[in-house]
């Protein structure tokens, strides 16, 4: 039970976490070129509405949990696990609500200024409140570490593009204990049209459970 509790909460930590606040000077230097990769990066982002995925979550220690999330965008996103987990995460629009079955309990966090309020803004932007602190290019891979401009919290979020065509892989987080988290997804299917309760919190029921 205790590493469940410790693998669904560093998910939250992956969507929920405050970024580090970064002096200017910590700020990238970027070049022709990475202004014109942000930009492009910027169009496909704002162009995902309505994505559904499978995901793998790992952290540092070794942990990972396989699960699926569902993003509509703006504002909008459900995490579920695989069985025999029962719990789940539900952005909708204005809190991120995370249900725990074993205590039959939910915590409710505030969606603005999170990284769950970053993936789901619209528009999506690399300026003004989160600013660009380094750029990678690999062999058909790009990433992207950002932290929010104005926030006192201390860690960072890095997005994971497959590149050329340009497809969101993989977001890993620091946080503020320098805990790594990796959130990866696969069998990305776009442009889903979602039932209209899916992203309404509603807490399951347990009447009947003994």
């Known amino acids: 039970m205790k590493k469940l509790l410790l693998a669904i909460a560093l998910f939250v930590v992956s969507l929920t976490a405050p970024l580090a606040s970064y002096a200017a000077d910590q700020a990238a230097v970027l070049s022709a070129k990475d202004k014109k990769d942000l930009s492009r990066i910027e169009v496909?982002?704002?162009?995902?509405?309505?994505?559904?995925?499978?995901?793998?979550?790992?952290?540092?220690?070794?942990?990972?949990?396989?699960?699926q999330i569902s993003i509509s965008r703006p504002g909008k996103m459900r995490v579920n696990y695989d069985p025999p987990s029962k719990d789940f995460i539900i952005a909708d629009g204005s809190f991120v609500h995370i249900?725990?079955?074993?205590?039959?309990?939910?915590?409710?966090?505030?969606?603005?200024?999170?990284?769950?309020?970053?993936?789901?803004?619209?528009?999506?932007?690399?300026?003004?409140?989160?600013?660009?602190?380094?750029?990678?290019?690999?062999?058909?891979?790009?990433?992207?570490?950002?932290?929010?401009?104005?926030?006192?919290?201390?860690?960072?979020?890095?997005?994971?593009?497959?590149?050329?065509?340009?497809?969101?892989?993989q977001w890993k987080v620091v946080d503020a204990q320098g805990r790594l988290t990796g959130v990866t997804l696969e069998k990305v299917t776009e442009d889903i049209v979602f039932p209209s309760d899916k992203f309404v919190f509603t807490p399951p029921s347990f009447e009947n459970n003994p």
């Open 99 to 169: 249900w725990n079955d074993d205590l039959k309990s939910q915590t409710n966090v505030l969606q603005s200024s999170s990284l769950a309020e970053f993936i789901l803004r619209d528009p999506i932007k690399f300026s003004g409140e989160v600013t660009v602190t380094k750029i990678e290019r690999f062999p058909a891979k790009l990433e992207v570490t950002l932290a929010q401009s104005d926030d006192p919290g201390v860690g960072s979020l890095t997005l994971v593009f497959q590149d050329k065509p340009l497809k969101l892989r």
């Open 44 to 67: 496909y982002l704002n162009g995902l509405k309505n994505i559904a995925a499978d995901f793998l979550q790992v952290d540092d220690a070794g942990g990972f949990m396989r699960g």
